[in-house]
């Protein structure tokens, strides 16, 4: 990945933090997950997305979002253009996009392997093991070192279930078995899916297609079927029963099935029982939220590999303080990346603390102080808590709660998403809200005054 690649996934990464302030993390991982910026220039952003379907979508539903996200990031708004690999994830470059003679052209874009987004950039190498995912990692490298050039695999591990909370490297692992059983034996043939997809073609043949043969054709002769977030399927019978009908295939004829969850199989309450005993009939390990150590190698590594240059105290505040996941750390680290990119200058301590408070776990002591603010707010100027959450817009509510945010703003570490919904309210009326108590306080000695003692009240 050249420099300018990296610049693009950081610009797209901090555009999809944005949107993810106003739109359901359920949509975000349908229709952002695996959307790429290719191609930036003054005037227009291309992305390109894996299917038709997603390509429409997002065309027709998504691009003013994606218009004004960017445009808060780049500091104006480009025209926005979806293009779709259909046939697989190819390697695309601004190139297949436009020629020399600055007119769009159509090029085929061919897929990199038999696997379906197959992804050669995780592998068991650049995967970071510590204590919360050192046995998931150890059986996942037994599971990728099989002979798959035999006719019959070993059912000691077979399934093998990973599950763990979302964005711990679950997928990570999927891929990097992919990547190794496909350097050991080529000729392999491997199925990736997520459940929610499997869910989604079995409709569509039952359906839409109204015939099922081609659908089970294609994963009943695979070597190796690995489905992500299998969990999705639970609770959905006609999905259930062709899923066990597989399973069953694949496993009577010795090949490899490999699964991960966001919970044990056990757990999955609306799941068939004869699904669950399969599952826990094979080889299940789980992966937990990174330590302070794993968050730390973790952090650096993605920092060496976006170029980016951390000072210790730097990279321990960020492991100290962002804990959600691994994702949230990549997230971290490329919008750091992005912003050295964009402004420049040394990544300090201060610089950290105020680009990221999205990021930053947040404290229960913050929550409370937010509370806090509303009590002291409602009680100064007369109204009350629900007037504050409420849809009311007389300047007699919309002060004081113009003057939460402020204080929420000056008195903790929330991010605007986070006050935001303290209050029933979105990010980009949070920015107004700060704004325009700035604008009094500087207008008014006596306002000022007024609102700096509540902040000294709230503080103490």
């Known amino acids: 990945m050249d420099s300018k690649d990296v610049e693009y996934e950081s610009i797209k990464s901090m555009m999809v933090d ?4 106003t739109t359901s993390p359920s949509a975000i991982k349908l229709w952002y997950s695996d959307l790429k910026l290719i191609l930036l220039d003054d005037s227009e952003a291309v992305f390109v997305t894996p299917t038709d379907l997603k390509k429409k979508v997002i065309t027709q ?3 003013e979002q994606i218009k004004s996200a960017l445009g808060q990031i780049i500091g104006f708004e480009p025209n926005i253009t979806i293009i779709s690999s259909e046939n697989g994830e190819g390697q695309i470059t601004a190139e297949s996009v436009v020629n020399t003679d600055g007119n769009r052209v159509e090029k085929e874009i061919k897929p990199t392997s038999n696997l379906r987004g197959y992804k050669p950039e995780y592998t068991f190498e650049n995967f970071v093991v510590g204590s919360s995912n050192n046995y998931a990692a150890a059986f996942a490298k037994q599971v990728a070192s099989k002979d798959y050039s035999g006719a019959y695999l070993s059912k000691d591990d077979n399934p093998f279930f990973i599950y763990g909370p979302s964005g711990v490297g679950k997928s990570h692992l999927l891929y990097a078995i992919s990547n190794k059983i496909l350097e050991n034996h080529p000729n392999a043939k491997i199925s990736y899916i997520t459940g929610e997809e499997f869910n989604n073609q079995i409709l569509d043949a039952i359906n839409v297609n109204k ?15 690995l489905i992500d977030d299998i ?3 639970a609770g959905k019978t006609t999905v259930q029963e062709e899923f066990f009908n597989t399973f069953n295939s694949l496993y009577n004829s010795g090949k490899q099935i490999i699964l991960t969850s966001d919970r044990p199989p056990n757990d999955m309450k609306q799941l068939e029982e004869r699904l669950r005993t399969r599952f826990m009939g094979g080889l299940v390990t789980d992966i937990q939220l990174p330590d302070f150590e794993l968050r730390s190698a973790i952090i650096n590594q993605k920092a060496a590999q976006n170029g980016l ?7 321990s505040f960020l492991a100290e ?3 959600a996941s691994i994702r949230q750390l990549e997230g971290v680290v490329k919008k750091l990346g992005a912003i050295q990119l964009l402004e420049g200058g040394e990544i300090t301590l201060e610089r950290v603390k105020n680009s990221i408070k999205e990021f930053i776990h947040v404290k229960e002591s913050d929550t409370k102080r937010m509370d806090d603010i509303i009590i002291a707010v409602s009680k100064k100027y007369g109204v009350t808590r629900d007037d504050i959450l409420s849809d009311k817009r007389n300047q007699e509510i919309m002060l ?3 003057i939460c945010v402020y204080l929420a703003r000056t008195c903790t570490n929330l991010s605007q998403a986070q006050i935001g919904k303290s209050i029933n309210r979105d990010r ?5 809200s700060e704004n325009k108590v700035k604008i009094l306080m500087e207008e008014d000695h006596d306002f000022s005054l007024e609102i700096n003692e509540l902040v000294r009240q709230i503080k103490n």
Do not use: Q
Not at 18 to 21: F, M, P, S, T, V
Not at 215 to 221: A, D, G, N, T
């Open 18 to 21: 944005i949107i993810a302030e």
């Open 61 to 63: 539903r998504f691009t």
């Open 211 to 225: 015939n099922t043969h081609a659908f089970r054709e294609k994963y009943r002769s695979v070597d190796v079927l």
């Open 231 to 233: 969990h999705f399927i």
């Open 309 to 315: 240059k951390l000072e210790y105290n730097v990279s």
């Open 321 to 323: 303080n962002v804990k």
């Open 400 to 402: 004081p709660r113009h």
């Open 428 to 432: 980009t009326t949070v920015i107004s």
